[in-house]
T-cell receptor, first 113, second 115 residues
Framework: GEDVEQSLFRSVREGDSSVINCTYTDSSSTYLYWYKQEPGAGLQLLTYIFSNMDMKQDQRLTVLLNKKDKHLSLRIADTQTGDSAIYFCAERKGHNAGNMLTFGGGTRLMVKP | DVKVTQSSRYLVKRTGEKVFLECVQDMDHENMFWYRQDPGLGLRLIYFSYDVKMKEKGDIPEGYSVSREKKERFSLILESASTNQTSMYLC??????????????FGPGTRLTVL
């Protein structure tokens, strides 16, 4: 997705915090999402944030949204080996009835024991 | 438990063959999508459908067509498969609600290899 960019790869040690970053270009984005893809599986919604929020916390996950810089991040606290997966950032433009999303290229997170 | 199923997990076809990929959802969702996933490129939208018999082109529709005869089923068709269509294909569905975060539910994917 040329409108949504992520780094390809990230490596952390088990127990550390990991941060995955994403930049998007469309200021009319209403919702921004983080999806997780485990090996051999489809994508699953991990969390989302509405565009009028700056931060959202859900257990070990913290999402930060900087609308001025069009920057979204996902922080995973106490990263576990089960968190190893590909993480996709996605944006939804406006309140389109088709609920279409634009996905980033995905960040592969590797958690080392 | 919500479910999106795809007809095959792995498929191997020859260049020039006609290929059908089937997707079925049991959540009575109006919207269905076909994506292809390639390393580093993320998910790219091929086609989507917002109702029975309705379809719209996504970002990369060339070489593909779709069919939605029933609400629960959305088919992706490769009229004449080519090697550059070797990829992972993912189907997704979501309800039509406009004013909601609307999760897209994904199938497990079909890994297609065209020889």
């Amino acid at each position: 997705g040329e409108d949504v960019e992520q780094s390809l790869f990230r490596s952390v040690r088990e127990g550390d915090s990991s941060v995955i970053n994403c930049t998007y270009t469309d200021s009319s984005s209403t919702y921004l999402y983080w999806y997780k893809q485990e090996p051999g599986a489809g994508l699953q919604l991990l969390t989302y944030i509405f565009s009028n929020m700056d931060m959202k916390q859900d257990q070990r996950l913290t999402v930060l949204l900087n609308k001025k810089d069009k920057h979204l991040s996902l922080r995973i606290a106490d990263t576990q080996t089960g968190d190893s997966a590909i993480y996709f950032c996605a944006e939804r433009k406006g309140h389109n009835a088709g609920n279409m999303l634009t996905f980033g290229g995905g960040t592969r997170l590797m958690v080392k024991p | 438990d919500v479910k999106v199923t795809q007809s095959s997990r792995y498929l191997v076809k020859r260049t020039g063959e006609k290929v059908f990929l089937e997707c079925v959802q049991d959540m009575d969702h109006e919207n269905m999508f076909w994506y292809r996933q390639d390393p580093g490129l993320g998910l790219r939208l091929i086609y989507f459908s917002y109702d029975v018999k309705m379809k719209e082109k996504g970002d990369i529709p060339e070489g593909y067509s779709v069919s939605r005869e029933k609400k629960e089923r959305f088919s992706l068709i490769l009229e004449s498969a080519s090697t550059n269509q070797t990829s992972m294909y993912l189907c997704a569905s979501t309800p039509r609600q406009r004013w909601s975060y609307n999760e897209q539910f994904f199938g497990p994917g079909t890994r297609l290899t065209v020889l």
